[in-house]
T-cell receptor
Framework: EAQVTQNPRYLITVTGKKLTVTCSQN?????MSWYRQDPGLGLRQIYY???????DKGDVPEGYKVSRKEKRNFPLILESPSPNQTSLYFC?????????FGPGTRLTVL | RKEVEQDPGPFNVPEGATVAFNCTYS??????FFWYRQDCRKEPKLLMS???SGNEDGRFTAQLNRASQYISLLIRDSKLSDSATYLC???????FGRGTSLIVHP
């Protein structure tokens, strides 16, 4: 089954404790991206990747890192999480016609 | 001016009503347009692409107006199950609108 998986689905952590949210797709897509979704602000792109070893900042990259060492995986790294990074995060992989989203990761930073 | 703008709603309509949403975009060079549907606490899913000539999929009709730089989504004969947030998306390195909330009531 074609899908995008994210882990963990839910995470509560404390300020400053490094964390990684994994994202994996099995559709061999070149393009992947990360979004955060906050009430009243909609979906905002954090980082995207056009292919392996190619990543670019989206609209809200501050406080985040990503890597794309292989096509299927695109982890999101928060080196020192802060409460303003409490949000719902979506990973997506895309063709030119459609984006496929993961189920979301709800992150709370205390 | 935001790149993609939508009225957040909510649009509160009775079953069977026809409802239309618009979405304006600022980049006149935009080439690709889509409508996504997002249910509460779920991931967005593609509802339909928007083609230059307009396109229809059952009760849903999408249109593009390049001169005025907006896309529209028309839903006919609304069902309770149409209640969701509808996001417009512009371009392949996509820019999302904030979404329009639709509530269909009995």
């Amino acid at each position: 089954e074609a899908q995008v998986t994210q882990n963990p689905r839910y995470l509560i952590t404390v300020t400053g404790k490094k964390l990684t949210v994994t994202c994996s797709q099995n559709m061999n897509h070149e393009y992947m991206s990360w979004y955060r979704q906050d009430p009243g602000l909609g979906l905002r792109q954090i980082y995207y990747s056009m292919n392996v070893e190619v990543t670019d900042k989206g609209d809200v990259p501050e406080g985040y890192k990503v890597s794309r060492k292989e096509k299927r995986n695109f982890p999101l790294i928060l080196e020192s999480p802060s409460p303003n990074q409490t949000s719902l995060y979506f990973c997506a992989s895309s063709t030119s016609d459609e984006q496929f989203f993961g189920p979301g990761t709800r992150l709370t930073v205390l | 001016r935001k790149e993609v703008e939508q009225d957040p709603g909510p649009f509160n309509v009775p079953e069977g009503a026809t409802v239309a949403f618009n979405c304006t975009y600022s980049n006149s060079a935009s080439q690709s347009f889509f409508w996504y549907r997002q249910d509460c606490r779920k991931e967005p899913k593609l509802l339909m692409s928007v083609y230059s000539s307009g396109n229809e999929d059952g009760r849903f009709t999408a249109q593009l107006n390049r001169a005025s730089q907006y896309i529209s989504l028309l839903i006919r004969d609304s069902k309770l199950s149409d209640s969701a947030t509808y996001l417009c998306v512009v371009n392949n390195i996509p820019t999302f609108g904030r979404g329009t909330s639709l509530i269909v009531h009995p």
